[in-house]
């Protein structure tokens, strides 16, 4: 059967919201799993071609798959957006078995950042007093020691609907070895989010190793990224979660964020070697002069609100944020990965296997870039090949 229309389904959640705030996280799932890992998209919104887009035209995913990204699509933007938007005709890629639907054409204007700073400062005493009255009627189990990490953004799907989502996994399904951020937007536009799951996910190790459950192995954590994190406004961070006018003042601070919230492996897609070919390609929301800008005159200012297509290509005299160079976003992504890999996380470096890149020069930067890794660390730069090269497909 066909899904329902969007329209009735976000009238559905929203009715079903304001009966029972918690009600809305039962109707619709914000979480696929392919085989032993947990997915989860945190955002529809991307900073620049979303990677899903970057594997081709034929690119193809479980129904199951596109049925969560419509889900999280529908719920953070007005319904206008999904009109036409996901179609459940198959690719041609099928199987006895798995229902494959090609990847629908991404239409959502590029953003910069997800959230209205001046807005949510006004809002974010509300919220935490909310967050407090949770605490208090928790009992002692995962539930309860996921909700200390957690303080609402602005966005949907919420913080909690995301984390009750991911508590529930890890509770019953014993063969989860993995969980993974991952989806059609870029998950460090919501770093308050990500890090709420992290902490979830490293809450849960603990209590395994605290009941000395020695039949389970600890859950990992990966995050899977465009490496883009550095040109994002507050680096993501929403004003909700602390002072983050003030911080932070360093960019390694976010990394020690995560490393602190049990992210250890990093997958960062760096696509090709060529910095002004990666413009091409990639079209950065970051005013470098590539993609589709959404700047302060743009209604929304890129938030779950931004519902206009008027985008430009040029960064708005009146932004508070300076120019970039061409180039200035592939520049950023690398030092981005050795940041990482000198802090000591696992990072993979990935790339489309298009006709036009020059595998030999990615693979020799990606094997520059990993080796300021620490001494004891420096598996992947060993191998034959450093890329994970993933398929194109016209």
Same mark, same amino acid.
């Given at each position: 059967?066909?899904?329902?229309?969007?329209?009735?389904?976000?009238?559905?959640?929203?009715?079903?919201?304001?009966?029972?705030?918690? %009600?809305?996280?039962?109707?619709?799932?914000?979480?696929?799993?392919?085989?032993?890992?947990?997915?989860?998209?945190?955002?529809? =919104?991307?900073?620049?071609?979303?990677?899903?887009?970057?594997?081709?035209?034929?690119?193809?995913?479980?129904?199951?798959?596109?049925?969560?990204?419509?889900?999280?699509? +529908?719920?953070?933007?007005?319904?206008?957006? +999904?009109?036409?938007?996901?179609?459940?005709?198959?690719?041609?890629?099928?199987?006895?078995?798995?229902?494959?639907?090609?990847?629908?054409?991404?239409?959502?204007?590029?953003?910069?950042?997800?959230?209205?700073?001046?807005?949510?400062?006004?809002?974010?005493?509300?919220?935490?007093?909310?967050?407090?009255?949770?605490?208090?009627?928790?009992?002692?189990?995962?539930?309860? $020691?996921?909700?200390?990490?957690?303080?609402?953004? %602005?966005?949907?799907?919420?913080?909690?609907?995301?984390?009750?989502?991911?508590?529930?996994?890890?509770?019953?399904?014993?063969?989860?070895?993995?969980?993974?951020?991952?989806?059609?937007?870029?998950?460090? /536009?919501? $770093?308050?989010?990500?890090?709420?799951?992290?902490?979830?996910?490293? %809450?849960?190790?603990?209590?395994?190793?605290?009941?000395?459950?020695?039949?389970?192995?600890?859950?990992?954590?990966?995050?899977?990224?465009?490496?883009?994190?550095?040109?994002?406004?507050?680096?993501?961070?929403?004003?909700?979660?602390?002072?983050?006018?003030?911080?932070?003042?360093?960019?390694?601070? $976010?990394? =020690?964020?995560?490393?602190?919230?049990?992210?250890?492996?990093?997958?960062?897609?760096?696509?090709?070697?060529?910095?002004?070919?990666?413009?091409?390609?990639?079209?950065?929301?970051?005013?470098?002069?590539?993609?589709?800008? /959404?700047?302060?005159?743009?209604?929304?200012?890129?938030?779950?609100?931004?519902?206009?297509?008027?985008?430009?290509?040029?960064?708005?005299?009146?932004?508070?944020?300076?120019?970039? +160079?061409?180039?200035?976003?592939?520049?950023?992504?690398?030092?981005?990965?050795?940041?990482?890999?000198?802090?000591? +996380?696992?990072?993979?470096?990935?790339?489309?296997?298009?006709?036009?890149?020059?595998?030999?020069? $990615?693979?020799?930067?990606?094997?520059?870039?990993?080796?300021?890794?620490?001494?004891?660390?420096?598996? =992947?730069?060993?191998?034959?090949?450093?890329?994970?090269?993933?398929?194109?497909?016209?």
């Amino acid at each position: 059967h066909r899904p329902l229309s969007a329209t009735i389904l976000l009238s559905t959640i929203m009715a079903a919201a304001a009966a029972s705030p918690h %009600s809305t996280a039962s109707i619709l799932r914000f979480t696929y799993q392919l085989g032993r890992s947990i997915y989860i998209p945190l955002t529809s =919104r991307c900073n620049s071609v979303p990677l899903p887009v970057t594997r081709g035209p034929g690119f193809a995913l479980n129904s199951d798959v596109v049925d969560v990204l419509r889900n999280v699509r +529908m719920i953070e933007n007005s319904p206008g957006w +999904m009109n036409g938007a996901f179609s459940d005709e198959s690719s041609g890629r099928t199987d006895s078995s798995v229902h494959k639907v090609a990847f629908p054409e991404y239409d959502l204007p590029l953003v910069t950042s997800l959230y209205n700073y001046q807005d949510e400062i006004k809002s974010a005493a509300s919220t935490s007093a909310a967050t407090s009255n949770n605490n208090s009627n928790d009992g002692n189990n995962i539930q309860s $020691m996921k909700r200390i990490h957690i303080q609402e953004d %602005s966005i949907q799907p919420s913080i909690e609907m995301l984390v009750d989502q991911v508590a529930a996994h890890l509770e019953h399904d014993l063969d989860i070895h993995e969980v993974c951020i991952a989806g059609e937007g870029e998950p460090t /536009l919501r $770093m308050d989010a990500l890090l709420a799951i992290a902490r979830t996910v490293q %809450s849960f190790n603990q209590q395994q190793q605290q009941n000395d459950q020695q039949s389970r192995k600890q859950i990992k954590f990966r995050l899977i990224t465009n490496g883009l994190c550095y040109i994002i406004p507050h680096l993501g961070y929403s004003n909700n979660n602390s002072n983050k006018i003030l911080l932070p003042k360093l960019r390694y601070t $976010m990394l =020690r964020d995560l490393i602190d919230a049990g992210v250890s492996r990093l997958s960062v897609a760096l696509n090709t070697a060529n910095r002004h070919e990666y413009d091409v390609l990639m079209q950065p929301a970051c005013y470098t002069g590539g993609g589709r800008i /959404l700047t302060d005159d743009d209604t929304g200012g890129g938030g779950t609100n931004a519902n206009t297509s008027d985008t430009t290509n040029n960064a708005s005299s009146s932004s508070p944020y300076p120019p970039m +160079m061409p180039g200035t976003a592939h520049d950023l992504i690398c030092e981005f990965i050795m940041d990482a890999t000198k802090l000591g +996380m696992d990072v993979e470096i990935t790339g489309v296997d298009r006709p036009e890149i020059d595998k030999v020069e $990615m693979e020799r930067l990606a094997r520059l870039l990993l080796s300021v890794a620490p001494k004891n660390k420096k598996g =992947r730069v060993g191998r034959r090949s450093v890329v994970r090269w993933r398929p194109y497909f016209e």
